[in-house]
T-cell receptor
Framework: DTEVTQTPKHLVMGMTNKKSLKCEQH?????MYWYKQKAKKPPELMFV???????INESVPSRFSPECPNSSLLNLHLHALQPEDSALYLC?????????????FGDGTRLSIL | AQKITQTQPGMFVQEKEAVTLDCTYD???????LFWYKQPSSGEMIFLIY??????QNATEGRYSLNFQKARKSANLVISASQLGDSAMYFC???????????FGTGTSLTVIP
């Protein structure tokens, strides 16, 4: 069982809808991540939160809006998405500022934009 | 600049045989971590094994071992006694600078043949 929980597992939405992806971890990790992944490709970094503050934004379009309400939760708010945004969205967490600690991933949300 | 290179887009191995997946990296940071992840077709990213830049011995974890050659900047994954369930995408990753960012290779698709 994964220690990072993502909900929902699948999401189908229209281009005008607003939805949110949720991620939760209870490992005490203070770095949390959102990735977008297309089939057979590596994960693409979207956002990094360190100690609940946004530390990296990889020039992600504003239709994706991250939020970190507390040290255990990470949300990704979606609005007016495009068909090319259909992908697997992965959340991950890690101990902060430790070069020798891995990321732990959730199972992902498969997002389809109609 | 931090970079991870995986030069084998696809690999085939006979069941029960060993296979080596290649990974080279580039960094000027003396303190870094190297990680391998497995991603089955179901999508979850599974952490397999880790090697720290200061570790003198190669990491092992069950059937997985990491052939770390620091001078060559390589961190190859060796899977012994391949099983059908090993068929998946495998990603090599590095954690360096900035500390909370991970860099992924392009991945290798491994197919185990019965």
């Amino acid at each position: 069982d994964t220690e990072v929980t993502q909900t929902p597992k699948h999401l189908v939405m229209g281009m005008t809808n607003k939805k949110s992806l949720k991620c939760e971890q209870h490992m005490g990790h203070r770095a949390m991540y959102w990735y977008k992944q297309k089939a057979k490709k590596p994960p693409e970094l979207m956002f990094v939160y360190s100690y609940e503050k946004l530390s990296i934004n990889e020039s992600v379009p504003s239709r994706f809006s991250p939020e970190c309400p507390n040290s255990s939760l990470l949300n990704l708010h979606l609005h007016a998405l495009q068909p090319e945004d259909s992908a697997l969205y992965l959340c991950a967490s890690s101990q902060a500022d430790r070069a020798h600690q891995p990321q732990h991933f959730g199972d992902g949300t498969r997002l389809s934009i109609l | 600049a931090q970079k991870i290179t995986q030069t084998q887009p696809g690999m085939f191995v006979q069941e029960k045989e060993a296979v080596t997946l290649d990974c080279t990296y580039d960094t000027s940071d003396p303190s870094y971590g190297l990680f391998w992840y497995k991603q089955p077709s179901s999508g979850e990213m599974i952490f397999l094994i880790y090697q720290g830049s200061y570790d003198q011995q190669n990491a092992t974890e069950g059937r997985y071992s990491l052939n770390f050659q620091k001078a060559r900047k390589s961190a190859n994954l060796v899977i012994s006694a391949s099983q059908l369930g090993d068929s998946a995408m495998y990603f090599c990753a590095m954690r360096g600078l900035p500390r909370n960012q991970f860099y992924f290779g392009t991945g290798t698709s491994l197919t185990v043949i019965p």
